[in-house]
């Protein structure tokens, strides 16, 4: 198998530490080895950071790039946002000669050098496609008994002509993934939009990232599913903090427990705590009675 940079992001080891020891847990099991990446920063964040000054942002991504570079292993993070980022700003200085010479101008103030020897992976992808359905069954040990909304967010997918890993618009990876772990993935309205989270919209305009929110959990619940699934910490918190946000300024309570993917699969692999009860919305992931893998 594979070695990794593990990059940790922000969100993740502040506020869901449970997505993490998920993540550890199912890397180790199915053979990959991450790196710690000492010394990392923000990714920083596509929306805001690269909006106010992008060469900013792109010499801070590609310092990060740069420390997986030095310890010689592609980088694999479990954040849509900071996949985004750092796959962008790889592509933009692997592509740009003119921008890469301006950026190591900036990064030789510090003693390094981008040189574009990486790739940036997100773990959906891995599990998606490198570790596949086809290769997941004999690493479960049981079988959920769940129905499942996928999220995808923002920036898993997209660009697509940049990432080319599954359609932007009707995308199907999540869901052929986790039918092997025998969840159901149930099919809700509108469910391409964003969480309300990205784009500094959180920050900045807390009541339109609610309304945003509000309305995904109104089409989930109607679907009748359990949980709600992520592959990025930043949509997992607007969707966790959300609803209890919601609750507290409007009354309004829905208690559909967000799960990361690397917690479900976790789970699926025989690991009880993955972190839910640390969560603003308590729940509990659940087994076929008697089904064993």
Known sequence: MSDFAFFLGCIMPNRYPGIE???????????????????????????????????????????????????????????????????????????DPE?????????????????????VRHIAEILGYEVGPWGIGDHVVRKLDMKIAVHYGCHFLKPFKKKMIDSPENPSILENFIRELGATPVPYRDAMMCCGAGGGVRAGESDVALDMTREKLINIRAAGADAILDVCPFC???????????????????????????????????????????????????????VMA
């Open 21 to 95: 020891a998920a993540t550890r847990f199912v890397m180790d099991r199915l053979g990959y080895t991450l790196h710690d990446m000492e010394g990392a920063s923000c990714c920083p964040a596509p929306g805001v950071f690269k909006s106010f000054n992008r060469e900013t942002w792109l010499a801070t991504a590609a310092r990060n790039l740069v420390i997986a570079e030095e310890m010689g292993h592609d980088i694999m993070t479990v954040c849509s946002g900071c996949y985004s980022t750092l796959f962008e700003a790889n592509h933009e200085l692997q592509s």
């Open 99 to 119: 921008i890469r010479e301006r950026v190591n101008a900036i990064l030789a103030e510090l003693g390094l050098e981008y040189r574009g020897t990486i790739r």
């Open 236 to 290: 997992h918190l607007q969707f966790d903090r959300g609803q209890a946000e919601l609750k507290q300024r409007y009354g309004e309570e829905y208690n559909i427990p967000v799960v990361h993917i690397c917690q479900l699969l976790a789970y699926a692999m025989g690991k009880d705590d993955v972190g839910l009860d640390a969560q603003a919305v308590k729940g509990e992931l659940r087994a076929k009675k008697g």
